[in-house]
């Protein structure tokens, strides 16, 4: 009530009453005890607009280092980088200043683009007509404009969702009382500014690798990393990588292990440079040509090769793209406990066609190649089964549509089984008579 007879009492037009009123009207209800808004109203029936420029700007910057040290004060010094570290409310007027405190305010997300930009307008007009006394007196639109400002970025805005401190937050996940909610997960991480989202990510890495790490914490880095990959920005991601290509110099083994779980857990192989996803290839591709029809070991291996994405080097492609074919078609025999003669690892057949749903222009013609220069290949798909599964793996390269023209004409010829006899000649050319 106060507030409005003193608006009553001001020399302000009707229409700036009006508006001053709506403003006033906007503050947040526990904002409006603020002692620095009761200066400004006082001052204004006097025309003391100066006075209340300087009023209400100490008004919003008491609202902002509230909410700066409810979001995350140790975010804000990360951010800042302030001349001494701010612990509490009052370090906040030695050691930052306004400019310092809107741009902090705006990188941990307290402020909006829009509002940072606002605010240091505001900022200006107070640093003008209360920094200069010999400035010109400010008109009552001036004063207007930047108490609807203030209101509408700072005064009439709740306090932000405070941000988790990653310590206590890797200490919970140490225990059994950690939540493994999704959802909630998603938030908190969503919610973090770049810089944090950073150092999370790197002390999930620092923390897998570590052989003093407990399973607890282990397994659910392990839930909680793939959810955190998928907001990291690109050049994180690629630090990562480095990460664990410095790993596999340094030589370590078990370091080299738990990095390379860590690897594909997210689906960061992409960031690994080209050496080191040779050196982590190699022994599978080589593993899996040394255990032809082992169908256990193929299960295993091929399973393995799919968890590390279709990020292979391209120099290793023809080996893969050989090895995961023969796996897949298999031999012909025959058993006394099966009425089957086709013989193949069921556990490796379904994966091997997902690793072939994902091959390129290079795998594809890789694939072609391996029909004419793997002999353990040729001499198997001259039987009819044998043909018959080297068929699946060519329609699903030809239903993607990736490959040259010529590797094409080659899959359809392959696929057409009126033209089996074509496809044999083509890859068996018959031996030329001597008259």
């Known amino acids: 009530m ?34 620095y808004l009761a200066e400004a109203i006082k001052v204004l029936p006097a025309e003391g607009y100066r006075s209340a420029i300087g009023a209400y ?18 975010l804000f010094n990360k951010e800042i980088q302030p001349k001494r570290k701010i612990d509490k409310y009052e370090d906040f007027q030695d050691f930052v200043t306004d400019h310092d405190l809107i741009e902090g305010a705006y990188k941990i997300g307290v402020l909006s683009w829009e509002a940072k930009k606002l605010l240091h ?11 200069h006394p010999s400035s010109t007196e400010p008109s009552i639109v001036k004063v207007l404009n930047l108490i609807s400002d203030c209101n509408r970025y700072v005064l009439s805005e709740e306090y932000p969702p405070s941000i988790i401190d990653i310590s206590t937050y890797i200490a919970l996940m140490d225990s ?49 990393s793939p959810i955190l990959w998928s907001i990291l920005k ?26 390379l779980s860590f690897v594909k857990n997210v689906g960061a192989m992409t960031y690994v440079n080209t050496a080191s996803r040779k050196i982590i290839y190699k022994p599978i591709i080589t593993a899996l040509e040394e255990n032809l029809d082992a169908w256990d070991e193929e299960s295993k291996l091929v399973i393995d090769l799919e968890s590390l994405g279709s990020n292979i080097p391209s120099s290793m492609i023809p080996k893969y793209v050989s090895a995961i074919t023969q796996t897949f078609v298999g031999y012909k025999g025959n058993s006394m406990r099966y009425s089957r003669t086709d013989f193949y690892s069921d556990g490796a057949a379904p994966t091997i066609k997902t690793l072939f749903t994902l091959f390129d222009n290079e795998a594809a013609g890789a694939f072609v190649r391996a029909i ?35 590797t094409l004409e080659f899959l359809k010829l392959l696929t057409n089984e009126e033209n089996t006899g074509k496809f044999y000649n083509k890859i068996f050319p018959p031996r030329k008579t001597k008259n």
Request: proline share 1%; hydrophobic share 35%.
């Open 2 to 35: 106060a507030k409005q007879n003193l608006i009553r009492t001001t020399k302000m037009g009707n229409e700036e009453k009006l508006l001053l009123r709506k403003e006033l009207l906007n503050v947040r209800e526990e904002a409006q005890d603020c002692p």
């Open 234 to 259: 690109k050049e994180v991601k690629q630090k990562i990588g480095k990460r664990f290509d410095k790993e596999i110099v340094e030589g370590n083994r078990d370091r080299i292990q738990r990095g």
């Open 57 to 74: 700007w100490n008004a919003v910057v008491d609202d902002l280092r509230k909410k700066i040290i409810h979001r995350s004060l140790d």
């Open 372 to 406: 004419f220069k793997n002999e353990v290949l040729r001499r198997r798909i001259k039987g009819q089964g044998q043909l018959r599964r080297l068929r699946i793996l060519a329609n699903i390269i030809l239903e993607k549509g990736v490959a040259s023209k010529d």
């Open 176 to 224: 059994e009382d950690y939540d493994r909610n999704e959802i909630a997960v998603e938030q908190a991480f969503s919610d973090l500014p770049a810089i944090y989202k950073m150092e999370l990510a790197n002390r999930f890495y620092t923390t897998y690798v570590d052989e003093n790490t407990s399973t607890t914490l282990r397994a659910n880095i392990e839930f909680c």
């Open 121 to 131: 307008q505001a900022r200006e007009t107070r640093n003008i007509f209360c920094g």
